[in-house]
């Protein structure tokens, strides 16, 4: 499979209830605008910009109970205070955050429902581990940016990309993450500022404030007025 999936004529403007392509799959037209592959958590309004859901806090660091050898693709652990549905973070990643084999990322490819503090839990990887882990190891959990995506305000996660066409809650598609799109402002906009996610609105977009601190999904390049659709030049990717 290429790293750049070609999207022709129609593949852009598609949904399924049945998932095609890896999240985070990189799709291209042939006028050079990005697309990511995503489902989403909700349903999704044509205009609006989505976001990664929030990972909960209570799945990071824990405790790996089982030493597992380099080249492993299996880490057994401790689950957090919380309960985790089967396969909820497959196509996520797994950080080693703590102890022996820290600053390791590695794919998920599939594990069970976990419970609150369930122990000798399961999580198999498509990547194997490049540094042993031990008992001081500890985890953290982080689904792929692109499973569940939502209308939110403020981005606390990634955005993850405009939608050119409404889409059904649980469902895939592709979402636009460069070149241009018409967003949904929350306020008028002004040629050439960067543009931000609302902090009211969910999935609009708003002119930035604050350069410092505030996540940039590209810039208007069109003035507009609030609570229209305009253009902007997106460049997450």
Avoid at 8 to 28: F, K, P, R
Avoid at 163 to 188: E, M, N, P
Avoid at 216 to 230: C, D, N, P, V
Wanted: some cysteine; proline content about 3%; overall charge negative.
């Amino acid at each position: 499979m290429p790293s750049i999936i070609s999207l022709g004529a129609t593949d852009m403007w598609t949904e399924s209830a049945i998932q095609q392509h890896q999240l985070g799959a990189m799709g291209e037209t042939c006028d050079g605008r990005i697309f990511r592959y995503a489902q989403m958590g909700e349903a999704v309004t044509m205009g609006y910009m989505t976001q990664s859901p929030a990972i909960d806090s209570a799945t990071i660091k824990m405790s790996v109970t089982t030493a597992a050898a380099i080249g492993s693709k299996k880490i057994i652990f401790t689950h957090a205070a919380t309960t985790s549905t089967a396969n909820e973070y497959a196509e996520g990643y797994v950080t080693v955050c703590y102890g022996t084999g820290i600053g390791q990322t590695l794919k998920i490819t599939s594990h069970l429902a976990y419970g609150s503090g369930e122990t000798s839990c399961e999580l198999h990887l498509e990547d194997a581990l490049i540094v042993a882990l031990d008992t001081t190891s500890r985890i953290s959990f982080a689904h792929n940016p692109w499973n569940g995506v939502l209308m939110d305000t403020s981005v606390v996660t990634c955005p993850t990309g405009g939608a050119i066409r409404a889409f059904t809650t649980q469902y895939y598609g592709w979402l636009q993450t460069r070149g241009v799109f018409g967003a949904f402002a929350h306020s008028a906009g002004v040629a050439g500022v960067p543009v931000i996610c609302d902090a009211t609105t969910a999935g609009a977009v708003d002119d930035c404030t604050d350069d410092l601190v505030q996540w940039k999904l590209g810039y208007f390049i069109q003035a507009g007025e609030a609570s229209y659709a305009h253009p902007i030049y997106l460049n997450i990717d």
